[in-house]
């Protein structure tokens, strides 16, 4: 993809999160910058490569996982968008987490950078052993 439109981007980078699956995980390469920076709670990479990594990866230690977009907004070349992410994990069970993505283009319409934010405390709450003593530390901070 050269010189696309970071509107053209954006649709199809949407719509290729919402139907994620391994079959189709290459086919975000051509929308990203060959060094991408993407971050989330548990990774901070750079270079598609790494990135396809921790994508891959999550369909290798989840159950069916789904993305399903809520909103989404482009302007002035950051993109943003709203979405529920879905699965199963092992030991935890069915997992649901909303959360929030920027995304950065470069000067070809690429996303050259793509930040995820979400609250990862759900998740370690969830944990067998560690969710335990989280649960008892924020009982003991908690106002209420």
């Known amino acids: 993809m050269t010189h696309a439109t970071r509107e053209q981007t954006f649709e199809r980078y949407c719509a290729l999160f919402e139907s994620l699956c391994p079959e189709n995980l290459s086919q975000l390469e051509p929308l990203v910058s060959p060094s991408i920076h993407f971050r989330d709670p548990f990774n901070d990479v750079r270079g598609w490569p790494r990135v396809h990594h921790i994508l891959h990866d999550m369909f290798e230690r989840c159950e069916q996982p789904r993305f399903y977009i809520l909103d989404k907004h482009l302007a002035d070349g950051c993109g943003l968008l ?24 470069d000067d070809d319409g690429r996303v050259s950078e793509h930040l995820d934010f979400w609250d990862s405390s759900p998740f370690y709450l969830r944990l067998p052993v560690i969710g335990r003593l989280l649960r008892a530390a924020r009982a003991k901070m908690s106002a209420g």
């Open 82 to 105: 709203r979405w529920t992410f879905e699965t199963r994990v092992p030991v935890m069970g069915w997992f649901s987490i909303e959360g929030m993505s920027r995304l950065q283009f």
